[in-house]
């Protein structure tokens, strides 16, 4: 099993609808994880952290789930703007792993 | 509010010629890394450095070294560039808060090697 995998996409979605994605990670010991957004060509950037209980920052909220050994990002409301690639992080104490990426395409 | 910064961000090589990337970073951060993003492959961590005066191999580093010349700035070298290493380079530094790493990327440098 890969450290990190994530489905690849494209994920072609309409505006305003409601998209989400998972990330699975193997080491069940990791302590941390994170969803990175990296736009074409561009570095990518934090977008937000991933808590035990869930969390939301506007129309985003990302979820983990321990027993099953994967963290998700939910996009409600998408605007084009959301088009990007969105990268799962899992932090082991001494290790960043990233996954490939989750493209995503808001369409008009 | 300048970040990360990595300098050139294009460059175009022949096989064989040498190069140094160049990554500075202003956050007073301990840990920097150096990448790089292929199509298909996602971020690949090619050398790290978890404070001044040391250095880590990653994922791939045959065919490059570095430099951590001091805590602001870590620098990436390739002595005879190959075409395999047409790629884009990110470097980044890390804020590290108990057991969260978060990075913070420079813009890129997108190598071409021909």
């Known amino acids: 099993r890969k450290e990190v995998e994530q489905d690849p996409g494209p994920f072609n979605v309409p505006e305003g609808a409601t998209v989400a994605f998972n990330c699975t990670y193997s080491n069940s010991a990791s302590q941390s994880f994170f969803w990175y957004r990296q736009d074409c060509r561009k570095e990518p950037k934090l977008l937000m952290s991933v808590y035990s209980s869930g969390n939301e920052d506007g129309r985003f909220t990302a979820q983990l789930n321990r027993a099953s050994q994967y963290i998700s990002l939910l996009i409600r409301d998408s605007k084009l703007s959301d088009s990007a690639t969105y990268l799962c992080?899992?932090?082991?104490?001494?290790?960043?792993?990233f996954g490939k990426g989750t493209r995503l395409h808001i369409l008009p | 509010n300048a970040g990360v910064t990595q300098t050139p961000k294009f460059q175009v090589l022949k096989t064989g010629q040498s190069m140094t990337l160049q990554c500075a970073q202003d956050m007073n951060h301990n840990s920097m890394y150096w990448y790089r993003q292929d199509p298909g492959m996602g971020l690949r961590l090619i050398y790290y450095s978890a404070s001044e005066g040391t250095t880590d191999k990653g994922e791939v580093p045959n065919g490059y070294n570095v430099s951590r010349l001091n805590k602001r700035e870590f620098s990436l070298r390739l002595e005879s560039a190959a075409p395999s290493q047409t790629s884009v380079y990110f470097c980044?530094?890390?804020?590290?808060?108990?057991?969260?790493?978060?990075?913070?990327f420079g813009a890129g440098t997108r190598l071409s090697v021909l």
């Open positions: 980044a530094s890390n804020a590290k808060t108990g057991a969260k790493n978060i990075q913070y």
């Open positions: 992080v899992v932090n082991d104490w001494n290790k960043i792993i």
